[in-house]
């Protein structure tokens, strides 16, 4: 019997633009303006430092704003993300099912984005109130991304088996395969229509008829 209902964040309940925006453009023009270069110029370096941080150093937090405003020797990280908050935007879909589905299901969230980031999305359109229980892979697992161990653990963490939680999330290796791996069901969030397969879904609102 299915009790928790779990939720990939990023391009499942809300698109990528706030993700995109810091890190692709935002964080570049403060490169910029206090290294007095072009934002080109700032893109190339920055876009270097991210690479060889992931790659080279192997840097675990590496997707925390935190680290890289020490990093960069930049200011208050916090006044970024406030500022940012208004490019977080929920799927059409987002809020209607998680109305209906709180109300059969305990939901939760399992992502791949930091903390800090997941926070300020959530207070953006008035998400966390949905949500018993939010999991980050690198803040609350120290990994970059989710494992078949981190659904091992979390499924400890609820004191609940494999048949009565479901995932769903747009990743389909992060989201469908590794939850599948140990046992999870599973959806494929596409929602572009051209693929079809029996664990795919091409909206949340499919839901009320999966479970």
């Keep these: 019997m299915i009790k928790y209902i779990s939720f990939d964040l990023d391009g499942t309940l809300a698109d990528e633009t706030f993700d995109s925006l810091i890190w692709n453009e ?25 690479y060889k941080a992931l790659y080279i150093e192997k840097i675990r937090n590496w997707t925390d704003i935190y680290y890289w405003f020490k990093r960069f020797n930049f200011k208050d990280w916090k006044v970024l993300l406030q500022d940012m908050k208004k490019h977080v935007f929920l ?14 299901y305990r939901l939760i969230i399992i992502s791949n984005s930091e ?6 999305k959530l207070e953006a359109e008035g998400l966390k109130k949905y949500f018993d229980k939010i999991y980050s892979a690198p803040t609350n697992f120290n990994i970059s991304k989710k494992n078949a ?27 469908y395969e590794v939850p599948s791996s140990v046992g999870i069901k599973s959806f494929h969030l596409v929602r572009s229509k051209n693929l079809k397969q029996k664990h795919t879904i091409h909206s949340l609102l499919e839901l009320k008829n999966k479970l």
Excluded: C, M, W
């Excluded at 799927?91 to 059969?104: C, F, G, N, R, V």
């Design 149 to 175: 161990g981190l659904f091992l653990e979390v499924l400890k963490k609820l004191k609940i088996n494999k048949e009565e939680v479901i995932h769903i999330g747009d990743d389909h290796y992060l989201d």
């Design 26 to 50: 935002e964080i570049p023009k403060l490169f910029a303006k206090k290294n007095k270069v072009s934002l080109e110029e700032a893109k190339t370096r920055v876009y270097a430092e991210y």
């Design 91 to 104: 799927y059409s879909d987002t809020i209607e099912s998680l109305q209906y589905l709180s109300k059969k």
């Design 115 to 120: 903390e800090k980031f997941l926070n300020i």
